[in-house]
């Protein structure tokens, strides 16, 4: 796609993965439409080689100038917390069939729509042995993930309009991450926070190989109608906590919570985001989240049409993300 310097629009362009999409895509050779609102802060990409489109998914003339001339579109922007369900829907679900109203609007020669989804819309596996992949029926718990789910389908309703691919990652971690980086300042600390004594287990992917993951769905003609799970490591809070103690240089005192602190803290959460009208980072659906045993998907689709795979290890990339927050003085 990138022969005649092909233009991308990125919403969501300032934030974790949209500020690593937009760098890879200008790497590559493409131009770059960063889609933001008037009040985003543009830090982690202020200064590169972009174009700028203001606007926010409540405003349709805005949307459809946005898309103009745009040769894809990778929707990145989303909302993560919110204090309601509806909210929820509004931003990630309407905001989302929006704009790819608005694309198909403006733009009659839409070569793709990539929407990152997320793990989420799927849900946790079932079983003990259970993995999640694309064959799977989704059964989301947490609003944001039930948001993302209607997002799709919203998106597939509009198939044969819409050149659409879909990238469900799982939690994602790396260089300017601010919902792992709790973990790390806890290991920092000196601490290992367990919870529960039955082991907890999730898949991983570096943003770096996120990335790539995107920009290989993008480049592939074989992609369109398709949804892959983005996932590089099977681990356990454990492990990831040990792969973050051996990249500070630390041995932390392990400290098991019992689960039932959850209860407390989701009620202390409701509270608080009533007095504040802001969710908290521990909200009452992240802790819905940390009581699963097993958010476990599979890449194999990825891997077998792709060739996706992480470029290093765990513990390699935890080094990085690491080396960049004590760089950018963040730890």
Partial sequence: MTEQRKRVLV????????????????ARGYAVRCMVRSSSDLSAIRGLAVEWAHADVRNG????????????????AALTRALDE?????VNAEGTKALAQACIQANGNLERFLFVSSQAAAGPAQNAEDV?????????????????????????????E???????PCAVFGPRDRDFFAYFQVVQRGLSLRLGRSERLLSLIYVGDLVELIVSVLESK??????YFGCGYPSSYAGLSRAISDAMGKKPVVITLPEMVLTPLALWSKVQG???GRPGLLNDQRILDMRQHRWLCSSAKARRELGFAPRQSLEAAVQETVVWYRENGWL
């Avoid at 509806?86 to 509004?90: A, L």
């Fill in 132 to 160: 999640v992949d694309e064959s799977d029926s989704p059964r989301p718990i947490t609003w944001y993930g039930k948001s993302k789910l209607a997002a799709e389908k919203a998106l597939q309703a509009m198939a044969g």
């Fill in 162 to 168: 819409l050149p659409l691919s879909i990238v469900r």
């Fill in 222 to 227: 074989d992609a369109v109608d398709q949804t």
């Fill in 86 to 90: 509806e909210t929820f829907m509004r």
């Fill in 11 to 26: 919403t969501g362009a300032n934030g974790f993965v949209g500020s690593h999409l937009t760098e890879a895509l200008l």
């Fill in 61 to 76: 003339d805005a949307l459809r100038e946005a898309c103009r001339d745009v040769d894809a579109v990778c929707h990145c």
């Fill in 274 to 276: 009533k007095l504040t």
